[in-house]
């Protein structure tokens, strides 16, 4: 599972930061068959969190609406210089993690 | 035709006091997804082409397909964040670097930083291979080295690891002129291209040129027929929702004009796709393009 990450590198303490992430996952729905005619089981990215220096600042819970790739983009305020883990999990039990820091100027 | 029916319906209903009847709705839905709908509309197609009058094959400046694409589709491929194609640039990035095969040896061994050793490939492909004097394209070329230089498998065609590889050295050429040059060598694979891009065939009886070039820019439902030129490939299509081979999309037309397509690699794609290249000289390579 490839994802990417985009956050500005520095930021001034308490502006608000524009934070994306894109993920490749089939997004698979459950309502598609196979050429054998057998359904495809459902599986998609169910929730995704965002930690900000531990602390949750984003928590995304999705469902078969969401198309294949998620981008998710949320805002968020710049307080201490820290860490952004992003984490999810998937209906077959996949999860997957990026980490990606910011450094946060007294403004 | 089954609305009228259901009109009808309706108005027998309330002049006899019946329960109503309508066609279910499921019905007219599968008629809507099926093939049979793309067989009614290229069939009106089909009668109209004759009626055009001919044009010239190569228009004087060839216009990318994203030309013909909504601001939507512009937009997510102009930015690389929202460009879902970028994914498989990313782990094509990762897969350059991660050694295979019983060599140990990784493609940045030979080829190091692919930003220089791989600038111009998707400009100047497909090719003519001086060994064996065939056409190859990137994904024949990425095989051909992983089986005689780092001695791993070859991968599947449209499997995840090549789409990821071929699009990341194809998008090394970003920006940079379709540049195929015509010479001697290859010269027999662009004629039979040519050939291929004039050969009516399918239930349809279409060539690529009826679509293409005598009918580019006017609409077929919803899609504006685009003058199908292969510079963005591998590309993003929301129909696919993946990333796919310019060979895919080459068979998503045999079968769209109901002919029978061509097994991946095979000459006639491979001869087709140099002739694209050839007819696409000028437009800016555009790989990972995003496509409807």
């Known amino acids: 599972m490839v994802a990417r990450i985009q956050l500005p590198k520095t930021a001034a303490r308490g502006e608000v930061i524009s934070v994306r992430i894109a993920i490749q996952h089939p997004m698979e729905t459950g309502f598609r068959f196979d050429v054998n005619g057998r359904a495809v089981p459902k599986n998609v990215i169910n929730t995704l969190t965002v930690r900000y220096n531990n602390a949750e600042v984003f928590r995304a819970e999705m469902g078969s609406g969401i198309a294949a790739n998620p981008l998710l983009q949320f805002y968020t305020v710049a307080g201490a210089s820290g860490e952004f883990v992003f984490e999810w999990i998937d209906d077959a039990g996949q999860r997957g993690t990026e980490r990606a820091m910011l450094e946060v100027q007294p403004g | ?292």
């Not at chain 2, 095969?101 to 490939?121: E, F, I, L, Y």
């Not at chain 2, 065609?157 to 590889?165: M, N, P």
């Not at chain 2, 050295?169 to 694979?189: F, K």
């Not at chain 2, 279409?206 to 199908?228: D, F, K, P």
Request: proline share 5%; hydrophobic share 40%.
């Open chain 2, 1 to 292: 035709m089954l609305n009228v029916i259901d009109r009808w319906r309706c108005c027998w209903a309330e002049a006899t006091g019946k329960p109503q009847r309508f066609a279910k709705p499921l019905k007219r839905m599968r008629f809507l997804l099926s093939p049979w709908r793309n067989f009614c509309v290229i069939g009106c197609l089909a009668f109209t082409v004759p009626a055009l009058a001919q044009q010239a094959a190569t228009p004087a400046k060839p216009k990318s397909g994203i030309e013909f694409a909504g601001a939507d589709i512009r937009a997510m491929q102009a930015d690389d964040f929202a460009n879902p194609g970028m994914l498989w640039v990313a782990r094509g990035e990762k897969l350059w670097n991660v050694p295979a095969g019983r060599s140990n040896k990784s493609c940045a061994s030979c080829h190091q930083d692919a930003s220089s050793s791989m600038k111009t490939v998707a400009a100047r492909y497909p090719r003519i291979d001086a060994a064996t004097g065939k056409v190859i394209n990137i994904e024949t070329r990425i095989n051909g080295c992983r089986e005689r230089n780092q001695a791993a498998d070859p991968l599947q065609y449209e499997s995840e690891e090549l789409l990821a590889l071929t699009a990341y050295v194809a998008h090394q050429s970003r920006g940079m002129p379709v540049a195929v040059v015509a010479d001697a060598t290859n010269r027999p694979h662009l004629e039979r291209g040519r050939e291929i891009y004039y050969r009516r065939q399918g239930q349809m009886n279409l060539a690529c040129v009826n679509c293409h070039v005598q009918n580019a820019g006017r609409r077929l439902l919803a899609e504006t027929i685009s003058e199908g030129h292969g510079n963005a490939y591998p590309a993003y299509r929301l129909e696919w929702q993946a990333i796919g081979s310019l060979q895919r999309r080459l068979r998503a037309c045999y079968y769209g004009v109901r002919a029978v397509m061509p097994a991946f690699g095979s000459d006639e794609l491979l001869d087709l796709e140099l002739y694209l290249a050839r007819r696409a000289t000028g437009l800016a390579v555009e790989t990972p393009g995003v496509r409807r």
